[in-house]
């Protein structure tokens, strides 16, 4: 194993850089249009394109299920993904503690490698810089992703209607109680690991076969609870969830209530919400749980016209007792660097 730690002069252009760019960008995500190495990646795509950028700045690097190597692949190849889009290619920029072990910057870029191969994505471009120590902690990551949109029309957040149903790809809060267990020093009954994950695949999946998805958007930070409100706003209807019809692991649910937290307010970074018309619902789960990050697939709610199911924007909890409780959106930052 190596003891050597990133020195300034590798972000300096010139030949230290070079040289961490070859013998750790370059070896691992090895592929044509990156080894070319001009000041730009040369891409043949028809439209129309999706495009979305996130930059990464999670604490710890390394957690259960994943790392922050892996959420920069999979954030944006699931928020290009989210338009109804095959994410084709991404970018990788780096801003890099002096004074970071190499074999930890060895080990995320080997974490961004494995996810872009199974996403079926390629690095094309990307940019190293590092900041003396202090300027930053450890390491961010930024990616920007592309990809051709498949849909027609595509999902958007405006589009959810009267009579849909509201579907989710799995499991609720698995990735925030991962790293809030880190940062606190949990450890838990049962091991509660990020659900950090592709979704490119079955969006594939979904728009070759049920076609005309109203929305489809994944629900990171600020929850099921918050990504609802959004969409909710968005469209100007009511969404109705049933509180039992939500799948959440046993351990999250007990890791929330000893901390005080509620699941639907947890970040995700493997899950989707899809709204479908209610005809195609029962196919669209089919199709989710054929799927390796989709098997706790389930029918959560529908959506209500405005009017006497409550107001526009509107998120409603219908509970076990039969009583109803309005989600509100997340107010402030739960934990700060989540992702
Ligand atoms: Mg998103």
Redesign the pocket.
Known sequence: MSTDTILLDAGSGGRASQRLISQCFLRHFDNPMLAVMDDAATLDMAGPIAM?TDSYTVTPLFFPGGSIGTLAVH?TV??VA?MGARPRYITCACIIEEGLPVDTLERVVADMAAAARTAGVQVVTGDTKVVPRGCCDKMFINTTGIGSIMARPAPSGHRACSGDAVLVSGSMGDHGLTIMGCREGLTFDSAITSDSAPLNHMVAALVEEIGDIHVL??P?RGGLAT?LNEIAQQSGVVVELEETSIPVHAGVKNGCSFLGLDPLYLANEGKLICIVPEACAARALEIMRASPYGRDAARVGTVHAAGQHGRPGQVLLKTPIGGKRLLSMLEGAQLPRIC
Do not use: L, V
């Open positions: 979305s954030g699931n928020d989210m958007r994944d990171t990504t």
